[in-house]
Nanobody, 131 residues
Framework: QVQLVESGGGSVQAGGSLRLSCAAS????????MGWFRQAPGKEREGVAA???????????YYADSVKGRFTISKDNAKNTLYLQMNSLKPEDTAMYYC?????????????????????WGQGTQVTVSS
């Protein structure tokens, strides 16, 4: 089993930055693809970004159109930790952010943003952006 623990959420003003972290308890075949999802009250959970890396290679990244150019996803394979650097934050970025992990099959253009493709989920960390 894999445990995911998010950190780094908080409250910031519009235009500010936050860096989210997600530490995986161990490396397995189900941590090669890792992503960030978010859910705001009254809205469906949506994929924010995902990244494929492994102990062998660095792979592709994927971003929702709404965050492209502002957010950067990365992973430190040595620490088995996922990051989301969020810059130029907007009030509409306010949501609970969840870290998720899956095997390599999830990290594709068709599947990266689909919840059901991920095997493990963190507890979430709240991001609040005020205007």
């Amino acid at each position: 089993q894999v445990q995911l623990v998010e950190s780094g959420g908080g409250s910031v003003q519009a235009g500010g930055s936050l860096r989210l972290s997600c530490a995986a308890s161990k490396y397995t075949e189900y941590t090669d693809c890792m992503g960030w999802f978010r859910q705001a009250p009254g809205k469906e959970r949506e994929g924010v970004a995902a990244i494929y890396t492994s102990i062998y290679i660095s792979g592709s990244t994927y971003y929702a159109d709404s965050v492209k150019g502002r957010f950067t996803i990365s992973k430190d394979n040595a620490k088995n930790t996922l990051y989301l650097q969020m810059n130029s934050l907007k009030p509409e970025d306010t949501a609970m952010y969840y870290c998720a992990a899956a095997g390599w099959r999830a990290c594709s253009s068709n599947y990266w943003s689909i919840e059901s493709k991920y095997n493990y989920w963190g507890q979430g960390t709240q991001v609040t952006v005020s205007s």
